[in-house]
């Protein structure tokens, strides 16, 4: 099992900049990659970046390319993701997941971009 805790939503106004952060504990050996989800009111969840344990392979979404960077800080056992240029439709609730032989997530952090 692993528990996942997110922290650092909250209300910027566009063009400002959040970091995320996601904390792992439990059986956090198993753990292959993390990432970011997130879900906008009334859309799918889509997953928004993710980095692999071993070797801190990135990946992004078009949309937040250039603006959002995922990062892990293996020591803490933490995965971090820099939210910079912040636009409206970043607006969502942000989740943490990890994946292992399963896929384990995070009760989610609500991020809200004002105009």
């Known amino acids: 099992q692993v528990q996942l805790v997110e922290s650092g939503g909250g209300l910027v106004q566009a063009g400002g900049s959040l970091r995320l952060s996601c904390a792992a504990s439990?059986?956090?050996?198993?753990?292959?990659?993390m990432g970011w989800y997130r879900q906008a009111r009334g859309k799918q969840r889509e997953l928004v970046a993710t980095i692999t344990t071993k070797g801190g392979v990135t990946t992004y979404v078009d949309s937040v390319k250039g603006r959002f960077t995922i990062s892990r800080d293996n020591a803490k056992n933490t995965v971090y993701l820099q939210m910079n240029s912040l636009k409206l439709e970043d607006t969502a609730v942000y989740y943490c997941i990890a994946q292992s032989n399963w896929s384990y997530w995070g009760r989610g952090t609500q991020v809200t971009v004002s105009s």
């Open positions: 439990g059986s956090i050996y198993s753990i292959n990659s």
